[in-house]
């Protein structure tokens, strides 16, 4: 974790495209698996709302919160996904059944994503933007914890400093990667399967860049 030189966002999606492409199997049976589930959850959870009626939309809030809880609870995966990443970053091979190895971590990586849920909210509150820049400059603490095995207020310490001193960068990879996966569900949600690990392996790069490059 030492200084850490100029990053170009530009490298972070070249490389992140070359990763894509040399590692899309190991990413596919799982990206697949959770676009079935995203889709059964939106029929099953939200399905048809009549905007014009308040006990539907009342519903549609408790449906909504427990959609929330639902990803909470998944966050393992989202950083499982990621440290697959990470790993292809640093030249390793990638295997589909890589993603259990983030199960021993699972337990404290909930309990991290529910205290972040909290804090982010909390600038929800105060206005959106604080609360977006809450949730980037936390985004690496869960990966770090897990991966440099730090404590978890170490691992918010040092996601926070690091995201914070590249924040125009940090702030612009995920504005990028966010507009590609909104874009995505205007394909029927059939892009996903490239924009998904396209953003673990941009994140992972990135990761990697702030914590392993001298």
Do not use: W
Request: glycine letters at 4%.
């Amino acid at each position: 974790m030492n200084s850490t030189p100029s990053i170009s966002l530009s490298n972070i999606f070249s490389q992140a495209f070359e990763q894509t492409k040399s590692n899309f199997i190991a990413f596919l049976p799982l990206i697949v698996t959770i676009i079935l589930i995203a889709t059964y959850a939106a029929n099953t959870y939200i399905g048809e709302i009549d905007l014009s009626d308040q006990a539907a939309l009342a519903d549609l809030q408790q449906k909504a919160n427990i959609v929330t809880l639902i990803s909470v609870l998944l966050t393992p995966i989202e950083i499982g996904f990621m440290l697959m990443g990470v790993k292809a970053s640093r030249g390793l091979s990638l295997k589909a059944t890589d993603i259990f190895a983030i199960i021993p971590s699972s337990p404290k990586i909930i309990i991290l994503a529910i205290l972040s849920f909290v804090v982010v909210q909390f600038g929800m509150a105060l206005l959106i933007l604080p609360g977006l820049f809450l949730l980037a400059m936390l985004s690496m603490a869960q990966p770090l914890m897990v991966d440099y095995r730090l404590p978890m207020i170490e691992a918010v310490k040092q996601s926070v400093k690091k995201c914070y001193a590249h924040a125009g960068l940090v702030i612009q990879m995920y504005t990028v990667l966010f507009i590609l996966i909104v874009a995505s569900f205007f394909t029927f949600g059939i892009a996903l399967i490239l924009t998904i690990p396209f953003y673990v392996n941009a994140k992972g790069i990135l990761y990697c860049e702030l914590f392993d490059k001298q």
